[in-house]
């Protein structure tokens, strides 16, 4: 009867939960192995670091904008993903922050008063010895 059927539902339901947040886990390892990767790079602006480091700002972007997508093989019209979504999120936003710190380590963050100012042009003098209209 109907009884049975719940119990299944609730099952699979369970079940697609318990796979959604295997998978969001899943993606630790992979953030654990970036931040390796950004380690062994060193923090010199080569070639190779800057890639690696790119990789790791644009990765986890792309996969929180996709989530919705991801998430949506695991979601039924009884399972919520909204925990195990944001558990994924969560992970690659510190994805992000690992190679944020990584570009920072770098010098690559404007983060220094310096960097910004070097970055103005000098001020141009107001008096000019010649005629002409000044702008």
């Not at 700002?57 to 949506?72: H, R, V, W, Y």
Request: aromatic share 10%.
């Amino acid at each position: 009867g109907m009884g049975v059927d719940h119990h299944v539902l609730a099952l699979t339901s369970a079940v697609r939960t318990q796979k959604a947040y295997t998978f969001a886990m899943s993606n630790v390892q992979g953030i654990g192995m970036m931040a390796f990767m950004m380690y062994m790079s060193g923090n010199g602006v080569q070639i190779f670091s800057m890639m690696v480091t790119f990789g790791g700002i644009f990765q986890p972007i792309k996969a929180i904008l996709s989530s919705g997508l991801t998430f949506e093989r695991f979601a039924d019209a009884h399972t919520d993903m909204t925990g195990p979504r944001l558990l994924f999120c969560a992970i690659q936003v510190l994805g992000l922050a690992i190679a944020l710190y990584k570009l920072n380590a770098m010098g690559l963050l404007p983060t220094h008063a310096s960097d910004w100012v070097s970055n103005m042009k000098p001020p141009t003098p107001v008096e000019h010895a010649y005629g002409g209209t000044t702008l």
